[in-house]
């Protein structure tokens, strides 16, 4: 895991990785599918994006790496999340959103569904790590943590709210993949993780082993003492 530590406009850094890896696929006439993530630490990136006018674009497909089991207009959405953000004021319908349907009824038949249509190999993978280390909805001591046969599956997080989620099958094999650790605590966390990193069950996101992690200045304490 490569750490980038960020000072100051992390979102504007990240995003011009992201640009990088656009502009090369376009450049190649290539479909460019990205896995989305939730949580609190990339909304500013999600808005710093969509102001940047890089998300109408018939080559990208959009997909996402997790979501709560409830309804699309649920808060707790990262659908919705997404369009509140990175999606705030563009005609959905024109763009190409996978959104995992959390609200469905038949739980495994959506995960069927999203593990047939979400490609094996993803060109950019996005994540944010949680208080936990947990990256998408692995979460630490999980069955999730060692699930290399299948694409997506059924979890729960530590409230009980299902979830579903890619597993480490689908981290591994992206292209690239950007991590964003944002907090003195998560800086911990990360800090401890990346010194224990046969642990992957109790920090999950050393999963994320091949990141390009960027880290703000509140998180870098732990790496510059």
Same mark, same amino acid.
């Given at each position: 895991?490569?750490?980038?530590?960020? !000072?100051?406009?992390?979102?504007?850094?990240?995003?011009?990785?992201?640009?990088?890896?656009? !502009?090369?696929?376009?450049?190649?006439?290539k479909e460019f599918n990205v896995l989305l993530t939730g949580g609190n630490s990339i909304k500013k990136l999600y808005n710093y994006w969509s102001k940047m006018k890089l998300i109408s674009n018939d080559k990208i497909n959009y997909f996402y790496g997790d979501e709560r089991c409830v309804s =699309?207009?649920?808060?707790?959405?990262? =659908?919705?999340?997404?369009?509140?953000?990175?999606?705030k004021g563009l005609d959905i319908k024109k763009l190409k959103i996978n959104r995992i349907r959390g609200e469905s009824k038949d739980l495994s038949k959506e995960i069927r569904r999203y593990s047939e249509i979400l490609p094996s190999q993803v060109d950019l993978t996005l994540l944010s790590m949680g208080s936990d280390a947990h990256i998408a909805s692995i979460f630490p001591n999980s069955a999730s943590v060692i699930e290399y046969d299948k694409k997506i599956i059924l979890t729960k997080d530590s409230t009980g709210i299902k979830r579903i989620t890619i597993t480490p099958r689908i981290i591994n094999s992206s292209k690239k993949i950007i991590l964003i650790c944002k907090g003195k605590e998560k800086g911990e966390i990360l800090f401890n993780a990346l010194k224990n990193k046969n642990d992957k069950?109790? =920090?999950?996101?050393?999963?994320?082993?091949?990141?390009i992690c960027f880290i703000d200045k509140h998180a870098s304490i732990p790496f510059v003492k």
């Open positions: 895991m490569k750490v980038i530590i960020c !000072n100051n406009k992390i979102e504007e850094k990240i995003f011009r990785e992201i640009r990088e890896s656009i !502009n090369s696929s376009k450049m190649n006439c =699309y207009l649920n808060k707790q959405s990262n =659908y919705r999340m997404t369009k509140l953000t990175l999606f069950s109790k =920090y999950p996101v050393l999963l994320a082993r091949n990141a």
